[in-house]
């Protein structure tokens, strides 16, 4: 049994990729049956089924169906696939012996490590474990040793109807902004992961190998002309993003701006964005106490929709006034009054970019 994700529009959209499914799935019910017989001799025939788990309005006239002699399951015939109601074929010592074979082979990790995806090896976790539908991952190619930031996106983790919409605005928002030198430069498209078309997605970018801004702030040999310096050329970048189509940042903070050996920023996060013409995102999500004063009261209010300029204007003055912060140098407290400028409460008062 595979369990997917799919929607009956996307089968549809999709057939290709459906029927490579379905003879891969195949190929594996007949590998298993031919390995279990050998210990197993009373096994009964052992065919291969899709399980799907959206919503069943969304997939109910692929309910039944088959795809190249794999049939379609919902949750709302699930107990037809179990078969729990049909009379018993294995013993107990039966199903103790197959459980002890299939275990040495069991590539499912409880704690939700992935040790490799694609070409990919060395994956470590750089987001929260409990965001699931976007992680992101240090990692380096298997063969080149290129080291990357692996965006994973897992469409089973939300129930959202346009979630693969979602998944796309990181990387439709970074590709935009390939020109400019503060955006991480992208090394694999958005692309389906191997095996798990319609469910998972990923693309990668060159690892900057840069800290953030908070970890940088942090660091008592960062020199004040250099920490000056950081500031105006993130104001610069900042005017830049603003020019490029109308997009909006939306997620600016000392942890998603990162520091350049030059003393340029990078600009990360970029998947709380808004792109104009494409679907935005109406809640804002938990950012943590950490995050709080970065947040645009605007924001606080009435969410991500309510963003302008002058809101991510907010958020890069709030971010960057940690680099001033207990510096009593007349040159230090000017700029710290300059980026207080961009913090008032009425959006349309705060300094321009």
Request: charged content about 25%.
């Amino acid at each position: 049994m595979e369990i997917k994700h799919w929607t009956a529009s996307w089968v549809q959209q999709n057939k290709p990729l459906v029927e490579k499914e379905a003879d891969r799935v195949t190929f594996k019910a007949r590998k298993l049956a031919n390995t279990l017989r050998r210990d197993v001799s009373s096994l009964p025939y052992v065919d291969a089924a899709f399980l799907l788990t959206q919503e069943p309005s969304r997939v109910q006239r692929l309910a039944g169906l088959t795809e190249r002699g794999v049939r379609f399951f919902t949750l709302k015939n699930w107990q037809e696939l179990t078969r729990l109601t049909e009379p018993r074929v294995l013993s107990d010592a039966d199903i103790t012996r197959i459980a002890r074979l299939l275990a040495p082979h069991t590539s499912v990790r409880l704690d939700t490590v992935i040790p490799r995806l694609a070409r990919y090896v060395n994956l470590q976790l750089q987001t929260p474990r409990e965001e699931r539908f976007r992680r992101v991952f240090r990692a380096s190619h298997a063969t080149r040793r290129d080291h990357v930031l692996l965006y994973l996106f897992d469409l089973s983790a939300t129930d959202e109807a346009d979630a693969e919409v979602r998944a796309r605005r990181e990387f439709e928002a970074l590709w935009r902004f390939q020109r400019y030198p503060w955006a991480p430069r992208i090394l694999d498209s958005f692309q389906p992961v191997p095996a798990y078309a319609g469910e998972m997605f990923f693309f990668t970018v060159v690892d900057p190998s840069a800290p953030s801004l908070a970890e940088r702030a942090a660091d008592p040999e960062w020199q004040l002309i250099h920490r000056i310096l950081f500031a105006r050329n993130c104001i610069r970048a900042l005017r830049e993003l603003h020019s490029a189509d109308g997009i909006l940042h939306r997620n600016l903070t000392p942890h998603t701006i990162l520091v350049r050996y030059d003393h340029s920023p990078i600009f990360t996060g970029f998947h709380l964005a808004r792109i104009p013409g494409e679907q935005t995102i109406a809640d804002f999500p938990a950012q943590g106490a950490s995050h709080g004063p970065t947040i645009a009261p605007e924001i606080r209010e009435h969410g991500l929709a309510a963003a302008t300029p002058q809101s991510d204007i907010y958020a890069l003055c709030a971010s960057l006034l940690g680099l001033l912060d207990g510096d009593t140098n007349t040159t230090a407290i000017q700029a710290a009054t300059f980026l207080k400028q961009g913090l008032a409460e009425t959006p349309s008062e705060r300094i321009p970019s």
